[in-house]
């Protein structure tokens, strides 16, 4: 079994529709987790942490974290074809040296 | 805040050459950053742990003599892809994470392409 888990899609959503993107992870020491941005040919980017159980809201983006069910999402409210992507799940573990574990990375295509 | 740079951010060389690809955190210091690789269509791998002062971490399978791996201050870690061959060509990135973090989010330079002939 992966660490970090991810559906690597295609995902295909209408403009303007809600994205979920979902991530599950193996180890229940896992502290914190990410979720990264990445476009074709870029760099990743930091998009959203959480750490504590529940919902995060940050603009159109809402992560969603449960420990218990080890299972974290991303939310993408109001789709817009500039968020097509791939969305990469990151954890840390905690006793790794700060190592952040990656899922595969979820493609995201939003349609006009 | 939290930017980290690269350069540079793309690089041609000869066989049998090395490179060196440095990467800097701008506006915050850095502990710790991370030198990961990616080839087309795959996702991150992680090559190596890097601690200010001292000797960098490698992962299993990377080799630390042709991957040499610098973290001489708190804004600055280099990698230096030695007698590197058409293999070796992919997209190098890095990422940092600030001393003032205590969950762990890591800031990623913009990479760097290399492609050996």
């Known amino acids: 079994q992966k660490e970090v888990e991810q559906n690597s899609g295609p995902l295909s959503v209408p403009e303007g529709a809600i994205a979920s993107l979902n991530c599950t992870y193996s180890?229940?020491?896992?502290?914190?987790f990410f979720w990264y941005r990445q476009y074709s040919g870029k760099s990743p980017e930091l998009i959203m942490s959480?750490?504590?159980?529940g919902d995060k809201e940050d603009g159109r983006f809402t992560a969603q974290l449960n420990k218990a069910s080890q299972y974290v999402s991303l939310l993408i409210r109001d789709s817009q074809p500039s968020d097509s992507a791939t969305y990469l799940c990151a954890v840390n573990i905690g006793n790794q040296g700060g190592k952040l574990i990656f899922g595969q990375g979820t493609e995201l295509s939003v349609k006009p | 805040g939290a930017v980290v740079s690269q350069h540079p951010s793309r690089v041609i060389c000869k066989s049998g050459t090395s490179v060196k690809i440095e990467c800097r955190s701008l506006?915050?210091?850095?502990?710790?950053m991370f030198w990961y690789r990616q080839f087309p269509k795959q996702s991150l791998m992680l090559m190596a742990t890097s601690n200010e002062g001292s000797k960098a971490t490698y992962e299993q399978g990377v080799e630390k003599d042709k991957f040499l791996i610098n973290h001489a201050s708190l804004t600055l870690s280099t990698l230096t892809v030695t007698s590197a061959h058409p293999e070796d060509s992919s997209f190098y990135i890095c990422?940092?994470?600030?001393?003032?973090?205590?969950?762990?989010?890591?800031?990623f330079g913009p990479g760097t392409r290399l492609t050996v002939l």
């Open positions: 180890d229940r020491g896992s502290q914190s």
């Open positions: 959480i750490y504590s159980n």
């Open positions: 990422s940092a994470r600030s001393a003032a973090s205590g969950m762990g989010e890591q800031f």
């Open positions: 506006d915050f210091q850095a502990t710790t």
